[in-house]
C-alpha cells in the first residue's frame, strides 16, 4: 500500500527534541513516516505511541517492541495513553488533514480526481458520510458547513442549488456532486471551488475542528513540563486553532490576567512558522499547504 513521504519529515521530528529514553506520541499515524523517523531517534528503552482510526493505516503498523499503535480517533488520546500506563509523555507529533493514501484511492471519495461514491470518513465505521451531508442535511445546515469549513461566500446559493437538484434523485457520487455545482464552477478557478466544497464536506463529516479542539486542550495534561508539540495543518482554520492555543491556551480571546496584570499559558512558541521549500513542494505536492507549528509546555 503506497503512502507518500511524510510532510516536513525533519523538521517536525526534530521539533519534538528527543530524548533517547523519552515517551512519544504520533497521534496521526498514516503511512507511519513520522512515526519510523522518532523510533530511528530514540534509544533501547525509549517508547512510542501511534493513533490513527482508519483501519488501512493498521496495515503500515511497524514491528518494533517500543511501538504500539492504537487504533482510535486521537481526541481520545489522553484515555488511552492512561489505559497504556502513560498518563504524561515527552512529545506529541500531529499532521493533520487527508493522507496521501487516502486522496489516492478512488473509492473513500476524498479526491476531486475521482468519480466514487460521496464517502469521506477517515474512520469507515462512522455513519455520518458525504452522502449523509448532501442529501439528507437541511438548507441552512448544508450552507453553514460550506461557509464555516470551505469559507466559500456563495453557500448559501450553493446550498439551496443542491437542494433542487437532490429533488431530482439523490446526489450519490461525486461525478453527480460536480455536476450539480457546475454553475459556480468558473472556469480558471473550478479546481480551488471544487477543494472547498470537498474540504468543507470532509471536515463536518470528520468532525475536524471539534476533534482538534478536544485533542489540544488534553494536551496540556499530556506533555510533561519541557515536552514539545509540534504539530502541520493544511488549513487557515485548522492553523489559527493551533497558533492561537500555543500562544495563550484558548481558542478565542485573551486569557484572564491576575491582579499584576500576568497571565500563566500552557505552552511557550519554540521559533517561528515553518513551512516546506520549493524541493519539498516540487517532490510532494501535499506539501504545499502545510504549516509547522511547534511549542514546549511551560
Same mark, same amino acid.
Given at each position: 500500500?503506497?503512502?507518500?513521504?511524510? =510532510?516536513?519529515?525533519?523538521?517536525?521530528? !526534530?521539533? +519534538?527534541?528527543?530524548?533517547?529514553?523519552?515517551?512519544? &506520541? *504520533? &497521534?496521526? $499515524?498514516?503511512? /507511519?513516516?513520522?512515526?519510523?523517523?522518532?523510533?530511528?531517534? @530514540?534509544?533501547?528503552?525509549?517508547?512510542?505511541?501511534?493513533?490513527?482510526?482508519?483501519?488501512?493505516?493498521?496495515?503500515? %503498523?511497524? *514491528? *518494533?517492541?517500543? $511501538?504500539?499503535?492504537?487504533?482510535?480517533? $486521537?481526541?481520545?488520546?489522553?484515555?488511552?495513553?492512561?489505559?497504556? /500506563?502513560?498518563?504524561?509523555?515527552?512529545?506529541?507529533?500531529? *499532521?493533520?488533514?487527508? !493522507?496521501?493514501?487516502?486522496?489516492?484511492?478512488?473509492?473513500? /471519495?476524498?479526491?476531486?480526481?475521482?468519480?466514487?461514491?460521496?464517502?469521506?470518513?477517515?474512520?469507515?465505521?462512522?455513519?455520518?458520510?458525504?452522502?449523509?451531508?448532501?442529501?439528507?442535511?437541511?438548507?441552512?445546515?448544508?450552507?453553514?458547513?460550506? +461557509?464555516?469549513?470551505?469559507?466559500?461566500?456563495?453557500?448559501?446559493?450553493?446550498?439551496?442549488?443542491?437542494?433542487?437538484?437532490?429533488?431530482?434523485?439523490?446526489?450519490?457520487?461525486?461525478?453527480?456532486?460536480? +455536476?450539480?455545482?457546475?454553475?459556480?464552477?468558473?472556469?480558471?478557478?473550478?479546481?480551488? &471551488? +471544487?477543494?472547498? =466544497?470537498?474540504?468543507?464536506?470532509?471536515?463536518? &463529516?470528520?468532525?475536524?475542528?471539534?476533534?482538534?479542539?478536544?485533542?489540544?486542550?488534553?494536551?496540556?495534561?499530556?506533555?510533561?513540563?519541557?515536552?514539545?508539540?509540534?504539530?502541520?495543518?493544511?488549513? !487557515?482554520?485548522?492553523?489559527? @486553532? =493551533?497558533?492561537?492555543?500555543?500562544?495563550?491556551?484558548?481558542?478565542?480571546?485573551?486569557?484572564?490576567?491576575?491582579?499584576?496584570?500576568?497571565?500563566?499559558?500552557?505552552? %511557550?512558541?519554540?521559533?517561528?512558522?515553518?513551512?516546506?521549500?520549493?524541493?519539498?513542494? %516540487?517532490?510532494?505536492?501535499?506539501?504545499?499547504?502545510?504549516?509547522?507549528?511547534?511549542?514546549? %509546555? =511551560?
Amino acid at each position: 500500500m503506497s503512502y507518500h513521504n511524510p =510532510v516536513l519529515l525533519d523538521e517536525t521530528v !526534530s521539533g +519534538l527534541a528527543i530524548k533517547p529514553d523519552g515517551i512519544y &506520541v *504520533d &497521534v496521526t $499515524f498514516g503511512g /507511519g513516516g513520522h512515526s519510523r523517523e522518532i523510533l530511528n531517534r @530514540l534509544g533501547e528503552n525509549g517508547k512510542l505511541f501511534a493513533f490513527d482510526q482508519d483501519a488501512d493505516a493498521l496495515e503500515n %503498523k511497524i *514491528d *518494533d517492541p517500543r $511501538f504500539t499503535l492504537i487504533h482510535e480517533n $486521537f481526541r481520545f488520546a489522553k484515555r488511552f495513553l492512561r489505559f497504556y /500506563g502513560a498518563s504524561q509523555v515527552d512529545g506529541v507529533l500531529g *499532521d493533520f488533514g487527508v !493522507s496521501s493514501h487516502q486522496f489516492d484511492v478512488a473509492e473513500r /471519495g476524498f479526491s476531486t480526481r475521482f468519480d466514487a461514491e460521496l464517502d469521506m470518513r477517515m474512520n469507515q465505521k462512522n455513519k455520518l458520510s458525504a452522502y449523509h451531508v448532501v442529501n439528507e442535511y437541511a438548507e441552512e445546515d448544508i450552507s453553514r458547513v460550506l +461557509l464555516q469549513y470551505g469559507e466559500l461566500r456563495s453557500a448559501p446559493k450553493i446550498a439551496r442549488t443542491l437542494i433542487s437538484v437532490r429533488k431530482e434523485g439523490a446526489i450519490k457520487t461525486t461525478e453527480a456532486l460536480k +455536476l450539480a455545482l457546475k454553475p459556480f464552477l468558473p472556469q480558471n478557478r473550478e479546481n480551488k &471551488v +471544487l477543494a472547498q =466544497v470537498y474540504q468543507a464536506i470532509r471536515i463536518e &463529516v470528520n468532525q475536524e475542528i471539534e476533534v482538534l479542539k478536544d485533542f489540544l486542550k488534553q494536551t496540556e495534561e499530556i506533555i510533561k513540563p519541557g515536552g514539545r508539540l509540534s504539530l502541520i495543518s493544511y488549513h !487557515s482554520l485548522e492553523d489559527r @486553532l =493551533v497558533k492561537r492555543y500555543m500562544r495563550n491556551g484558548l481558542f478565542e480571546g485573551e486569557p484572564e490576567k491576575d491582579m499584576f496584570g500576568n497571565f500563566t499559558v500552557p505552552f %511557550k512558541k519554540v521559533g517561528g512558522l515553518i513551512v516546506p521549500g520549493k524541493a519539498e513542494i %516540487k517532490e510532494n505536492n501535499r506539501a504545499r499547504s502545510a504549516k509547522l507549528r511547534i511549542a514546549e %509546555k =511551560v
